[in-house]
């Protein structure tokens, strides 16, 4: 079954603080890997798509990796304006064209 | 561009009535879904659609209906609200012909069945 498992839920760092979030997977014939930002009371907005092991993407102070078990989000000397909910999505091979979420990680970046 | 508009943001339902979600895109995306939002499980897809006249169910659809009468539009039916139904539901719209490409969400609706 296609799952997606993110860690930590919640993550507190200080303004300049790096560090990586993790989305590990399991999905038959992976179609792209998505990562999310979600502020409170509003929709999902799409950051990044990853297709194969070995691919990265950055974005300002994101960057995103991918393996065939997981995915890291790396944020680099982060900003209060950082703090969000960050969600990772599979899409399998399936012809639903669905996306797996995971949990979400909750990021609090403070001044 | 607008992108994916929901409408309304909030509703609060009685048992047994039925309501309709709307949802509309500007970006000419043939394929468009409806997700729910829960604490503590995640996003899960209800219906989508591949393009004008075609539906079919996602992982959670019972007790919700779709059509799909125009690119733009994709309205979502709840028969008779339950308290089971109470969520935050968000509508998506993709490219299509490849549906690997990343979804655009709405704004969300929150909804309230009591």
């Known amino acids: 079954e296609d799952q997606v498992t993110q860690s930590p839920e919640a993550l507190r760092l200080q303004e300049g603080e790096s560090s990586s979030l993790n989305c590990s997977y399991t999905v038959s014939g992976l179609r792209g890997l998505f990562w999310y930002r979600q502020d409170p009371g509003k929709g999902p907005e799409f950051l990044f798509t990853l297709y194969s092991a070995g691919e990265e993407k950055e974005k300002e102070r994101l960057k995103a990796t991918l393996t065939k078990k997981e995915s890291f989000l790396h944020i680099t000397a982060p900003k209060p304006e950082d703090s969000a909910t960050y969600l990772c999505?599979?899409?399998?091979?399936?012809?639903?064209?669905?996306?797996?979420f995971g949990q979400g990680t909750t990021l609090q970046v403070k001044p | 561009n607008a992108g994916v508009t929901q409408t309304p943001k909030f509703q609060v339902l009685k048992t047994g009535q039925s309501m309709t979600l709307q949802c509309a895109q500007d970006m000419n995306h043939e394929y468009m879904s409806w997700y729910r939002q829960d604490p503590g499980m995640g996003l899960r897809l209800i219906h989508y659609?591949?393009?004008?006249?075609?539906?079919d169910q996602g992982e959670v659809p019972n007790g919700y209906n779709v059509s799909r009468s125009t690119t733009e539009d994709f309205p979502l039916r709840l028969l008779s609200a339950a308290p089971s139904q109470t969520s935050v539901y968000f509508c998506?719209?993709?490219?299509?012909?490849?549906?690997?490409?990343?979804?655009?969400f709405g704004q969300g609706t929150r909804l309230t069945v009591v």
């Open positions: 659609s591949v393009g004008a006249g075609i539906t």
């Open positions: 998506a719209s993709n490219k299509g012909g490849n549906m690997n490409t990343e979804a655009f």
């Open positions: 999505a599979v899409r399998g091979s399936g012809n639903t064209g669905k996306l797996i």
